[in-house]
Nanobody, 119 residues
């Protein structure tokens, strides 16, 4: 059993900041990457930011320069710092954990946390 637990999120005015945290625990042994996706009603879940265990990162173009991703490998945690938030950042944010297992990638997801940016 793998548990992915998110914390953070909430409501903020445009230009404000929020931070998200995520921890993976349980029977997970070879994490390849951890990151964040987001989803709005009627749309597909999309990548926000991903941190590979080799140190490389991947960001959606719309958040580059505003969001930063960091992690603590020893604790299986990943963090997302969101600055200069915009109304279009409003979404449910999901933590994603990618595990390498016998050459395949297993994806695990958190329950999601709401981020609302509104004046």
């Amino acid at each position: 059993q793998v548990h992915v637990v998110e914390s953070g999120g909430g409501s903020v005015q445009p230009g404000g900041s929020l931070a998200l945290s995520c921890q993976a625990s349980g029977n997970i042994f070879n994490i390849k990457a951890m990151g964040w996706y987001r989803q709005t009603p009627g749309k597909q879940r999309e990548l926000v930011a991903l941190l590979d265990r080799n140190g490389s990162t991947d960001f959606d173009e719309t958040v580059k320069g505003r969001f930063t991703i960091s992690g603590d490998d020893a604790k299986n945690m990943v963090y997302l710092q969101m600055n200069d938030l915009k109304p279009e950042d409003t979404a449910v944010y999901y933590c994603n954990v990618q595990e390498m297992w016998w050459g395949n990638v297993n994806n695990y997801w958190g329950q999601g946390t709401q981020v609302t940016v509104s004046s």
